[in-house]
């Protein structure tokens, strides 16, 4: 399968816990965006990165969020002090290059917060 | 800031029947990308179509094509010979050609397909 990936699928978590997602975006792809969407809703921009570079985070992105693409590679997104509002599905895409107009979107993984 | 708006929150259509939903945006620009993304229930978005704003013809994918009304800011999504698996909620995006860093979404319309 050579689409997007995340990582996990779903997570349960308790108030105040860290939490950890994981995306892998489509070999050779170097732009990736972290999208999130509430139930009903359509997807609200977070970030994007252009290959390790995070090049924009929204307002929306408070500083207990936080997201990295070390290599380039793959991403991470880390929501620290878990509240209830982050409650959400969190989705990844990927684009080939800054050229390239069409995202790629993978499964999402949804968060809940108790 | 660009907006777009999905005026119709549910829609219903029969099985082989055809039908179409609505989208409107605002922008002050001329070059830009519209996007129509399905994303079934528990599902992934899958993109549907796409559209260039300098082309006048309209895209179409199979039984999806597009009404493009650049000057009114209009992008509809015409679904034909619907299938049970056409059921989803359907999304409308928007994309500057300058920034193309980030999609603008509507909040979506839900299609449910009756047999």
């Known amino acids: 399968d050579t689409g997007v990936s995340q990582n996990p699928r779903h997570k349960i978590t308790k108030r105040g816990q860290n939490v950890t997602f994981r995306c892998d975006p489509i070999?050779?792809?170097?732009?990736l965006y972290w999208y999130r969407q509430t139930l009903g809703q359509g997807p609200e921009f977070l970030t994007y990165?252009?290959?390790?570079?995070?090049?924009?985070k929204s307002r929306l992105l408070s500083d207990r969020f936080s997201a990295e693409r070390p290599k380039g590679s793959f991403s991470t997104l880390e929501i620290q002090r878990t509240e209830q509002g982050d409650s959400a599905m969190y989705l990844c895409?990927?684009?080939?290059?800054?050229?390239?107009?069409?995202?790629?979107f993978g499964p999402g993984t949804r968060l809940t917060v108790l | 800031a660009q907006t777009v708006t999905q005026s119709q929150p549910e829609m219903s259509v029969q099985e082989a029947e055809t039908v179409t939903l609505s989208c409107t945006y605002d922008?002050?620009?001329?070059?830009?990308?519209l996007f129509w993304y399905k994303q079934p229930p528990s599902r992934q978005m899958i993109l549907v179509i796409r559209q260039e704003a300098y082309k006048q013809q309209n895209a179409t994918e199979n039984r999806f094509s597009v009404n493009f009304q650049k000057a009114a800011k209009s992008f509809s999504l015409k679904i034909s010979d619907s299938q049970l698996g056409d059921a989803a909620m359907y999304f409308c995006a928007y994309r500057s050609a300058r920034d193309n860093r980030k999609l603008i979404w509507g909040l979506g319309t839900s299609l449910a397909v009756n047999p």
């Open positions: 070999s050779e792809h170097n732009r």
């Open positions: 922008t002050s620009e001329s070059d830009y990308y």
């Open positions: 895409a990927s684009s080939l290059d800054q050229f390239t107009d069409t995202q790629y």
């Open positions: 990165f252009q290959n390790e570079a995070q090049l924009e």
